[in-house]
């Protein structure tokens, strides 16, 4: 088999790919919501919440923002505080905040319209090269090549690519292959087939290869390298953190405060926090209460620790159930919130949780 990884813009496209994925799609595309429509808006809304979740969850949440925000301009109108609530438990909270923020810029810069240009899509607040390459095709016809992870993972294996994804020649590369390919393709139709076949074929773990219609010519298979692919050397280096989240018990309540600044959750409510080195037991805890919060504070009861992982960091947690003393001010900051009312905050997943399973009601 002749190899062509050093396939570039400058050779001819493999006549052989476009056609043999275009029938395969059209045969086996899964019947998704977002493929019934070429509204920029939805097909935006699904590529973002996409980069966050699996499918058959991302499809719940695209239907609820669908339904609450019919089209970018009620989008656009929204609080803060009720586009986090619809986000709550997708995590990467300033992708929602960036949806409202690009959803202001289409209503007041564009007549709310999304632009027809893939350079003007990629002024849109959080739009990438990605999304704007998706709306761009999808809905515009235009001949952008979209490569996300499914992109990497099938064109490594039927070319069989080594160069690793996570640098810059790579990411040239894997572009440049992934236009050339779309060179007279239905731009549109044609990155879905590939982004489907990575996400429902040619998948990171077993792959499905007998059902590939690309499998006769593709190099992985035939080198028995498909675990190898794509190559990937970059680490993140993942920080840990320890949180001591209080659940303070004042008239029917508790308090919830606002976070703030350049962190995790920014915008979300969650408990009054101490952040501290390490995790905090019965014994070491109380000391640290007194000194962040003064005296005559009870602990009634404690839970964890949970751990929470995120992308780069692994939230260490502790749950202290705690009585103020009687003198108690709370800090501005601090909101005394009933538990019939908590349906009213975007919460973190992590505070969510813990709220559901300590009584409070639980977000639809």
Not at 142 to 164: A, C, H, K, M, Q
Not at 180 to 191: M, R
Not at 318 to 347: C, N, S
Request: proline residues 7%; aromatic residues 10%; charged residues 20%.
């Amino acid at each position: 088999m002749e190899r062509t990884t050093d396939l570039c813009p400058c050779m001819s496209t493999p006549s052989w790919f476009g056609p043999a994925l275009a029938l395969w799609y059209r045969e086996h595309q899964r019947p998704l919501p977002w493929r019934q429509t070429r509204d920029p808006y939805r097909i935006w809304l699904s590529e973002v919440i996409l980069q966050q979740t699996r499918v058959d969850q991302g499809t719940a949440y695209w239907h609820r923002f669908v339904e609450r925000f019919p089209t970018v301009a009620d989008l656009a109108q929204a609080s803060e505080d009720e586009v986090l609530r619809l986000w709550q438990g997708l995590g990467y909270y300033s992708r929602a905040r960036n949806l409202r923020t690009a959803a202001q810029h289409v209503l007041n810069e564009h007549s709310g319209r999304f632009p027809p240009d893939h350079a003007a899509l990629l002024g849109l607040k959080g739009v990438g090269d990605y999304t704007a390459s998706a709306i761009a095709s999808i809905c515009f016809g235009i001949p952008e090549p979209v490569v996300d992870g499914n992109v990497y993972r099938v064109l490594s294996r039927v070319f069989g690519i080594t160069t690793p994804i996570d640098g810059t020649e790579g990411r040239k590369q894997f572009r440049a292959l992934a236009a050339e390919l779309l060179v007279g393709q239905e731009p549109g139709a044609h990155n879905q087939a590939v982004m489907e076949l990575g996400a429902t074929v040619c998948t990171p773990r077993n792959p499905r290869c007998g059902e590939c219609p690309l499998a006769h010519k593709c190099i992985a298979r035939a080198e028995g390298t498909i675990d190898e692919l794509p190559v990937k050397t970059g680490k993140t280096k993942v920080r840990a953190r320890h949180f001591n989240y209080l659940l303070i018990n004042v008239k029917g309540g508790f308090y919830l405060r606002k976070r703030a600044g350049k962190d995790i959750w920014q915008g979300l409510w969650e408990l009054p926090l101490i952040e501290t080195g390490t995790t905090m037991t019965a014994r070491s805890f109380p000391a640290t209460l007194k000194k962040e919060l003064g005296a005559g504070w009870t602990v009634q009861d404690r839970q964890g620790p949970v751990k929470h992982i995120l992308s780069h960091q692994v939230i260490h947690t502790m749950f202290w159930e705690l009585l103020p003393p009687k003198d108690h001010r709370a800090p501005a900051e601090w909101k005394a919130v009933k538990w019939k009312t908590l349906d009213q905050y975007g919460l973190p997943r992590l505070i969510e949780r813990h709220l559901a399973n300590y009584g409070g009601p639980v977000h639809p």
